[in-house]
């Protein structure tokens, strides 16, 4: 019994350990591939010049937490990762394809006089590819699987209703991201032009969040059993509530033009949302079949790990941080490589 509670709590660790992970790249990343969705809206090449810039000095850094999280399901959760990426494996290729064409556009675009416009709409389809890629990870991950002789099945088509609606979803919730990041990074014109577009996005991500909030009990009726519990709906109506009076407080400031909250605002929203998700799927790494404690490596594994995670962890934050803190305040003019 005292070998299966310290197995329960070290896996349960290693689950927020890489949800905080997940949640710090679906932030972080959010706001700059939310840039590039954002790029045909502002055709004129200042301005898109102005808009990387806002994201130059930090958007690799971002994706560290990304390549933390994976690697942390990896060696904490062997049995979850061999099972998730086969069933995942065109979604999860895709993004990784955006994410490294992404990157190159870093490299070249600023340097790029004839081919602009070739790196612009790179920039805009691998940003677009790698948030509705997430997107349908995400949809697919709610929906579930079943298993069949050790092999991860889809119960549904990749590209369901749900799926696609999660990721248009989290297509304008990047945006949105992005538009209050840029509206507290810069001045001007491209400051009024954020406030209008930040605007529509908080419009349809409002709806969005009502719509597949509405939807998700539909899709499981054990999430649907979670939600709607007697002994628990009090408890848990305070995370819609939350998220209601985030979004009205979100329009509130918008309209008041106060630009240094509202990027904090939309991650009060998106913690909201992730917290959601959390509550619909725990303890099961994939849903309705597997539990954190299932897919577990041996305790003498996690506990290995965590030693490492609890060094590397404060450092990553520390850095993150600390490259936030230098490259504060705003951008006045374009900048590069040089």
Same mark, same amino acid.
């Given at each position: 019994?005292?070998?299966?509670?310290?197995?329960?709590?070290?896996?349960?660790?290693? %689950?927020?350990?890489?949800?905080? /992970?997940?949640?710090? %790249?679906?932030?972080?990343?959010?706001?700059?591939?939310?840039?590039?969705?954002?790029?045909?809206?502002?055709?004129?090449?200042?301005?898109? #010049?102005?808009?990387?810039? *806002?994201?130059?000095?930090?958007?690799?850094?971002? &994706?560290?937490?990304? $390549?933390? =999280? =994976?690697?942390?399901?990896?060696?904490?959760?062997?049995?979850?990762?061999?099972?998730?990426?086969?069933?995942?494996?065109?979604?999860?290729?895709?993004?990784?394809?955006?994410?490294?064409?992404?990157?190159?556009?870093?490299?070249?675009?600023?340097?790029?006089?004839?081919?602009?416009?070739?790196?612009? #709409?790179?920039?805009?389809?691998?940003?677009?590819?790698?948030?509705?890629?997430?997107?349908? $990870?995400?949809?697919?991950?709610?929906?579930? %699987?079943?298993? *069949?002789?050790?092999?991860?099945?889809?119960?549904?088509?990749?590209?369901?209703?749900? #799926?696609?609606?999660?990721?248009?979803?989290?297509?304008?919730?990047?945006?949105?991201?992005?538009?209050?990041?840029?509206?507290?990074?810069?001045?001007?014109?491209? &400051?009024?032009?954020?406030?209008? $577009?930040?605007?529509?996005?908080?419009?349809?991500?409002?709806?969005?969040?009502?719509?597949?909030?509405?939807?998700?009990?539909?899709?499981?009726? $054990?999430?649907?059993?979670?939600?709607? #519990?007697?002994?628990?709906? @009090? @408890?848990?109506?305070?995370?819609?509530?939350?998220?209601?009076?985030?979004?009205?407080?979100?329009?509130?400031?918008? @309209?008041?033009?106060?630009?240094?909250?509202?990027?904090?605002? /939309?991650?009060?929203?998106?913690?909201?949302?992730?917290?959601?998700?959390?509550?619909? *799927?725990?303890?099961?790494?994939?849903?309705?079949?597997?539990?954190?404690?299932?897919?577990?490596?041996?305790?003498?594994?996690?506990?290995?790990?965590?030693?490492?995670?609890?060094?590397?962890?404060?450092?990553?934050?520390?850095?993150?941080?600390?490259?936030? %803190?230098?490259?504060?305040?705003?951008?006045?003019?374009?900048?590069? @490589?040089?």
């Amino acid at each position: 019994m005292e070998l299966f509670s310290k197995m329960e709590l070290l896996s349960t660790a290693w %689950y927020f350990i890489i949800g905080f /992970c997940i949640f710090m %790249y679906v932030l972080l990343d959010g706001f700059d591939l939310g840039v590039g969705i954002l790029f045909p809206l502002f055709p004129k090449a200042h301005d898109r #010049n102005v808009m990387m810039s *806002t994201i130059l000095p930090v958007w690799d850094g971002n &994706q560290t937490w990304l $390549v933390l =999280g =994976g690697a942390s399901l990896y060696g904490a959760f062997p049995l979850a990762f061999s099972l998730i990426l086969p069933a995942l494996y065109l979604p999860i290729f895709l993004m990784i394809l955006a994410l490294l064409f992404r990157g190159i556009t870093f490299e070249f675009r600023l340097k790029a006089k004839r081919a602009l416009r070739f790196w612009d #709409n790179l920039f805009f389809l691998s940003s677009t590819i790698a948030t509705f890629s997430q997107g349908l $990870v995400l949809g697919t991950f709610v929906k579930g %699987y079943y298993i *069949t002789a050790g092999h991860s099945t889809l119960t549904y088509q990749l590209f369901s209703p749900f #799926n696609v609606a999660c990721g248009f979803s989290l297509l304008f919730g990047y945006a949105l991201l992005a538009s209050t990041w840029v509206i507290a990074k810069t001045t001007g014109e491209l &400051q009024k032009q954020m406030y209008h $577009v930040a605007f529509i996005c908080l419009c349809v991500v409002s709806f969005a969040l009502f719509a597949i909030s509405i939807w998700t009990p539909f899709v499981d009726p $054990v999430i649907a059993r979670i939600w709607f #519990n007697p002994h628990y709906i @009090y @408890y848990l109506a305070f995370l819609p509530f939350t998220t209601g009076c985030l979004i009205l407080f979100c329009f509130y400031c918008l @309209y008041k033009r106060r630009e240094y909250i509202l990027f904090w605002l /939309c991650f009060g929203i998106f913690f909201c949302g992730y917290t959601g998700f959390g509550i619909s *799927t725990f303890p099961y790494l994939i849903p309705r079949v597997i539990t954190v404690t299932d897919a577990a490596a041996p305790d003498s594994s996690l506990l290995f790990m965590l030693v490492g995670a609890l060094i590397l962890l404060p450092i990553l934050l520390g850095y993150t941080f600390y490259s936030y %803190y230098i490259f504060r305040g705003k951008i006045v003019d374009v900048i590069g @490589y040089d």
